[in-house]
């Protein structure tokens, strides 16, 4: 139960410097930290399932905003501060908190698992699924729309990364700013 709490504090950590930092790419790489503490989290609750899809997600997602802050130019947040905005993030953050606190307090104690469900499947999978391996008739006809889901955030991600992350089709820095301009490319 403490490492699990130490992940939360070093998210929430995480989470506030992403929002305080001033240059981009440090918020980038907080935000990167605080989804891979996620996946370890996952890892605690038992869902490793869960966990590999948050990390191929993140890596996914932290080679974009890494390629798309660095090709910027300017890379500093100005130091304007708003200050509604300032307060209604504090506003929802303390009703996230509330709501939170209401929906984890009636979890049984960490690393104790209430196993009504993982017992259903095991008494009852061989007569409802004809299947001889109960982990493959769980995941296939039990979880089903689960499994599909997580194939698709997978296939999603991996075609994401494939077409930002490809070199034909792409042009040059300079033909970008010929075309811009208006300058013929032979000259």
Request: net charge positive; hydrophobic share 55%.
């Given at each position: ?42 890892l ?47 506003v ?27 017992q ?35 296939f ?25 301009v208006?300058?013929?490319?032979d000259?």
């Amino acid at each position: 139960m403490v490492l699990f709490v130490v992940l939360l504090v070093f998210m929430i950590i995480g989470s506030i410097i992403a929002i305080e930092a001033r240059n981009l790419l440090s918020s980038v790489i907080s935000v990167g930290t605080v989804g891979f503490a996620l996946s370890i989290a996952f890892l605690l609750l038992g869902a490793p399932d869960i966990a590999i899809t948050q990390i191929v997600v993140e890596v996914i997602a932290l080679i974009i905003l890494i390629r798309g802050t660095i090709s910027l130019d300017n890379t500093a947040i100005e130091k304007h501060r708003d200050t509604f905005a300032m307060v209604s993030a504090l506003v929802f953050f303390g009703i996230f908190l509330a709501f939170s606190y209401v929906a984890l307090k009636d979890m049984p104690e960490f690393g104790k698992p209430l196993m009504k469900v993982s017992q259903g499947y095991l008494q009852r999978g061989l007569q409802r699924t004809g299947a001889a391996n109960i982990v493959m008739s769980i995941v296939l006809d039990f979880r089903g729309y689960d499994t599909l889901g997580e194939a698709t955030v997978l296939f999603t991600s991996i075609l994401g990364a494939f077409v930002v992350l490809r070199k034909r089709g792409r042009k040059k820095k300079e033909e970008r700013d010929r075309a811009r301009v208006g300058i013929p490319g032979d000259l």
